[in-house]
């Protein structure tokens, strides 16, 4: 199951918005799910910038590292990424 926000473009501006807090988010093109993942949000954010083929990027900030693990897990087996 996807993430009920909606996309943002991945571009320097959403990156420079994104909190420096433990998240999950979600990467796509054309609306479509390419990679459900975790991490500090603006470091994984900037990273996919500089080096990923995503155009849109979701996220949801997360109180801990293990919540944001936590949920990536759930995220992923609903979307068949499993």
């Given at each position: 199951?996807?993430?009920s926000?909606?996309?943002r473009?991945?571009d320097?501006?959403t990156v420079g918005?994104?909190?420096?807090?433990?998240g999950?988010?979600?990467?796509g093109?054309?609306?479509?799910?390419?990679e459900?993942d975790?991490?500090?949000l603006?470091?994984?954010?900037k990273t996919?910038l500089?080096?990923g083929?995503?155009e849109?990027v979701?996220?949801e900030a997360?109180?801990?590292?293990e919540?944001a693990?936590?949920l990536?897990q759930?995220?992923?087996?609903r979307?068949?990424?499993?």
């Amino acid at each position: 199951m996807p993430l009920s926000k909606r996309w943002r473009s991945l571009d320097r501006g959403t990156v420079g918005r994104a909190p420096e807090r433990w998240g999950l988010y979600e990467l796509g093109s054309d609306g479509e799910v390419l990679e459900i993942d975790s991490g500090v949000l603006c470091d994984e954010l900037k990273t996919a910038l500089a080096y990923g083929n995503a155009e849109q990027v979701r996220w949801e900030a997360c109180q801990s590292r293990e919540h944001a693990e936590e949920l990536v897990q759930e995220h992923r087996e609903r979307a068949g990424l499993g």
